[in-house]
């Protein structure tokens, strides 16, 4: 499996999905240069939602990643409340949250979000400050480091 971040993030705005650029992702796009392998998302997680989601993903085969037998999306949950989707599909792994830690839901994340153009588009993206806030709270030791980075990203920007 390739990660293909560009076909990713192109299916699920052609969807009509609303979201916020998370995670990884989101720090490389506002300058790091640290890795990432996956694509996260915040949105919010309805009933609906969820059936876009397996109607936007369906020929990439799309799994659950976090289940030891692989279930697929396609088939499982039926219904019901959900949180979080941990996706692997034909062209990478998508995270999809319904909040983020240390910040709040997606209506929070959208009112500082911040737009890029990536290949030609705009996407809403995490800002910095909530970015750098997200990955305190998670406080793993890659994400301790994104945030010495991020620090100085935004003090670059301070600057001007």
């Known amino acids: 499996m390739t990660q293909d971040f560009d ?5 699920l705005a052609n969807s009509g999905l609303e979201f916020v650029i998370i995670g ?3 720090a490389v796009t ?4 640290l890795m990432t392998r996956d694509l996260a998302v915040c949105v919010v ?11 936007t ?3 990439w085969h799309p799994k659950h990643r976090m289940t030891p037998e692989n279930l697929s999306f ?13 996706l692997e599909t034909d062209y990478g792994i998508v995270d999809v949250l ?5 910040v709040g839901d997606f209506q ?8 890029f153009e990536i290949r030609g588009r705009n996407y809403s993206v995490i800002s910095l400050e909530d970015l750098i806030a997200a990955k305190q709270a998670v406080g793993r030791e890659r994400d301790l480091l994104a945030v010495k980075e991020l620090k100085a990203i935004a003090a670059k920007r301070a600057l001007g």
């Open 57 to 59: 993903l369906a020929d």
């Open 24 to 26: 990884g992702f989101a």
């Open 98 to 102: 319904s909040s983020v830690l240390g």
């Open 7 to 11: 076909r990713l993030l192109q299916r």
């Open 74 to 86: 396609l088939d499982f949950p039926k219904q019901g409340p959900v949180q979080n989707l941990y």
């Open 45 to 55: 997680l309805t009933d609906e939602t969820v059936e876009k989601l397996r109607t």
């Open 30 to 33: 506002h300058g790091s240069a």
């Open 108 to 115: 929070r994340l959208k009112q500082t979000a911040e737009d």
